[in-house]
């Protein structure tokens, strides 16, 4: 255990989980960095999706009703996982493009491999 390191943000939890080897991955909520703080915090991977590309199905609103402002921020499902390679499996899920079936407000577009860069 480092004790140097701190779980932080909502999604710490699952952060401090994966961190720990106590699961092999996992998927937080990102507005402005609630996946990708506990990720760097815990020295894991985390990736925040282009809001409107996941769906958002099934997964309550961040206090709308608590903001009358326009251009309000949505809330995305990101993955987190202890490697790269992790991250790409959930993004080939969760980016199929049959989701689109169960919900056409997202565009079907599947992970494209070729831009990815391995080193």
Do not use: W
């Not at 990101?78 to 079936?101: E, R, T």
């Amino acid at each position: 255990m480092n004790q140097e390191r701190s779980c932080g943000g909502s999604s710490g939890g699952e952060g401090g989980l994966i961190a720990s080897r106590c699961i092999p991955c996992g998927l937080g909520s990102d507005i402005g960095g609630s996946v990708r703080f506990p990720a760097a915090f815990c020295g894991i991977y985390g990736f925040k999706p282009t809001s409107a590309r996941v769906t958002m199905k099934g997964v309550p609103g961040a206090r709308r009703h608590r903001h009358k402002a326009p251009g309000h921020l949505d809330s995305v499902i990101g993955p987190m996982g202890s490697s790269v390679d992790d991250m790409i499996i959930q993004s080939d899920i969760m980016f199929d493009p049959k989701v689109h079936y169960h919900d056409p407000l997202r565009t079907p577009m599947p992970m494209n491999h070729n831009q990815l860069e391995y080193m």
